[in-house]
C-alpha cells in the first residue's frame, strides 16, 4: 500500500484528448514542430511550395539566421511584474507589435485557408493581410473577421482590375494596403521544378500515391470546393476555377514598369494608408519616407524572389537610423520566436510581419495551428521583455542587444 501511495504521489496521468487536433498540438512546443508536422501530413509539393524559396535558398536561410546572430544584453533588479506588449500602428492600437503577412494560394495547407488564418488575427488582435492570389475573397474574409484587414496588391498592367480590387477593399473596410514591389518578374522557385508543382496538382501515379501517403490533407482537399484565385473570379482571366491557366495570366501581367510615380495614381484611389512591401535599401526607405507614404515592410518576399537579397533585419537597423520616426517600418521575414519580435523592436521596428510561421500552423492543425503560432510568439515576446528586464515595448532598445562576435 505504501509504494501506491508513494507512487500516486509522483505520478499524473494526462486525461485523454478526444479532440485529435488537439492531441496534436499538445507534444509542439515551437513553430519548428509545426513546420515537422506540416512535413508530414503535407503532400511534399504542397509542402516545398510553403516551405521552399528561390533558387539556391540562400537569403531564406539569411533570414532566420540573423536573428540568431544577435545576442541579449539583459539588465536586472529590474521591475518587470507588470509587462505590456500593447502597441499601435497605423494609429491603431495592436495587443503585440505583428502583423500577418500575406501569402497566396491559403487553402493548399488547409481547405479553410485564409479564412482561418483572419479569424485567429482578429482574436488576437493584430492585422490580417489578405493577398491579391488569394484563394477566399476581400468579401469572403470580412464576412468572417471584424478585426483589422489590410489587402496587399500585386501591380499589374491591367489597372482596371486594380483600381476594381480596391474599390472592394475600400467598400468592405479594409483599412489599408500593402503595395508589393519587387516582383517586376517571378523568382525561380526550384522545389516547384523539382517536385513539378502545379495548381491544381496534375494526376499521375505519384499525386495517387502522395494522397494515399497523406490522407487527412486529401480528405480536407477533396471534399472542399475547388481552388480558385478568388479575387479575379468571374473575370476576363476566366472564373478563376483554372488555376494554372490563370497563373500564366497573372505571370504576364505583373508590370516591370512600376515606379514611385504610380503612387500617385493609387493616392487617386485609396484613401486610407499605403504600406510599401519590398523594401531592401536604405536609399528606397528615404524615398518613401519623403513620399509620406505611412509605412514600409523591409521584406524580401521570404527569399521566394532574389536569392542574394539582404536579410529585412540585417537592414532594420541602418534603415531606422536613416528613417526612424518619419515612417513605421515593419520587418518582414525570418520571425519563428518572439524573441526575434523583441530583437526587431530593439533595433528600431514598429512591428514584425510572419507569413510561413502561420502556414506550418494552418498546416499542421487548421485554424488552432494558426491560433497556437500567435499565442506563441506573444507569449515568448512577454518573456524575453522579462529576461531582459524590460517591462514595455519602449524599453526595448538597442542598448538590449548586440551581434555576437564571430
Same mark, same amino acid.
Given at each position: 500500500?505504501?509504494?501506491?501511495?508513494?507512487?500516486?504521489? #509522483?505520478?499524473?496521468? /494526462? $486525461?485523454?484528448?478526444?479532440?485529435? &487536433?488537439? +492531441?496534436?498540438?499538445?507534444?509542439?512546443?515551437?513553430?519548428?514542430?509545426?513546420?515537422?508536422?506540416?512535413?508530414?501530413?503535407?503532400?511534399?509539393?504542397?509542402?516545398?511550395?510553403?516551405?521552399?524559396?528561390?533558387?539556391?535558398?540562400?537569403?531564406l536561410r539569411r533570414n532566420s539566421e540573423a536573428y540568431n546572430a544577435v545576442e541579449f544584453r539583459p539588465r536586472v533588479f529590474r521591475d518587470v511584474s507588470n509587462i505590456s506588449v500593447a502597441s499601435s500602428l497605423l494609429g491603431k492600437p495592436l495587443s503585440f507589435p505583428l502583423v500577418l503577412a500575406p501569402t497566396g494560394f491559403g487553402r493548399i495547407a488547409h481547405s479553410q485557408g485564409e479564412l482561418a488564418v483572419a479569424r485567429a488575427a482578429e482574436r488576437a488582435n493584430i492585422p490580417y493581410t489578405l493577398s491579391t492570389l488569394g484563394t477566399r475573397s476581400i468579401?469572403?474574409?470580412?464576412? #468572417?473577421?471584424?478585426? /483589422? $484587414?489590410?489587402?496587399?496588391?500585386? &501591380?499589374? +498592367?491591367?489597372r482596371e482590375l486594380v483600381k476594381e480590387m480596391l474599390e472592394r477593399a475600400s467598400a468592405s473596410d479594409y483599412e489599408a494596403?500593402?503595395?508589393?514591389?519587387?516582383?517586376?518578374?517571378?523568382?525561380?522557385?526550384?522545389?516547384?521544378?523539382?517536385?513539378?508543382?502545379?495548381?491544381?496538382?496534375?494526376?499521375?501515379?505519384?499525386?495517387?500515391?502522395?494522397?494515399?501517403?497523406?490522407?487527412?490533407?486529401?480528405?480536407?482537399?477533396?471534399?472542399?470546393?475547388?481552388?480558385?484565385?478568388?479575387?479575379?473570379?468571374?473575370?476576363s482571366v476566366g472564373d478563376g476555377s483554372d488555376p494554372v491557366s490563370l497563373a500564366g495570366y497573372i505571370n504576364s501581367q505583373f508590370d516591370p514598369s512600376l515606379s514611385w510615380s504610380d503612387i500617385e495614381w493609387f493616392r487617386s484611389i485609396w484613401k486610407g494608408p499605403i504600406v510599401i512591401k519590398g523594401i531592401q535599401t536604405v536609399e528606397d526607405a528615404r524615398i518613401a519616407s519623403e513620399m509620406d507614404l505611412e509605412a514600409i515592410a523591409l521584406s524580401n518576399h521570404g527569399g521566394r524572389q532574389l536569392d542574394g537579397a539582404p536579410a529585412p533585419f540585417e537592414l532594420l537597423e541602418s534603415v531606422a537610423q536613416a528613417v526612424g520616426g518619419e515612417i513605421e517600418i515593419i520587418c518582414d521575414g525570418g520571425v519563428r520566436r518572439g524573441s526575434d519580435i523583441a530583437k526587431a523592436i530593439s533595433l528600431g521596428a514598429d512591428a514584425c510581419m510572419a507569413g510561413r510561421a502561420y502556414l506550418y500552423g494552418l498546416g499542421a492543425a487548421g485554424e488552432k495551428g494558426v491560433d497556437f503560432v500567435l499565442e506563441h510568439l506573444k507569449e515568448g515576446l512577454v518573456r524575453t521583455m522579462a529576461l531582459t528586464g524590460a517591462a514595455s515595448l519602449e524599453e526595448l532598445s538597442g542598448d538590449l542587444v548586440r551581434i555576437r562576435d564571430k
Open positions: 500500500m505504501k509504494f501506491f501511495s508513494t507512487l500516486r504521489s #509522483v505520478l499524473r496521468f /494526462r $486525461k485523454f484528448e478526444t479532440d485529435p &487536433v488537439a +492531441r496534436r498540438l499538445q507534444s509542439v512546443a515551437s513553430v519548428s514542430d509545426l513546420r515537422n508536422i506540416s512535413k508530414r501530413r503535407l503532400p511534399g509539393g504542397v509542402f516545398d511550395y510553403i516551405d521552399g524559396a528561390a533558387e539556391d535558398e540562400v537569403t468579401e469572403d474574409i470580412a464576412e #468572417v473577421s471584424n478585426g /483589422r $484587414k489590410w489587402f496587399q496588391v500585386y &501591380v499589374w +498592367r491591367d494596403i500593402a503595395i508589393t514591389v519587387d516582383t517586376a518578374v517571378l523568382g525561380r522557385r526550384e522545389r516547384d521544378v523539382r517536385q513539378g508543382f502545379t495548381l491544381p496538382p496534375k494526376i499521375g501515379l505519384g499525386t495517387i500515391w502522395d494522397g494515399i501517403l497523406h490522407p487527412g490533407w486529401t480528405w480536407d482537399f477533396v471534399n472542399a470546393e475547388p481552388i480558385s484565385f478568388a479575387n479575379v473570379r468571374g473575370k
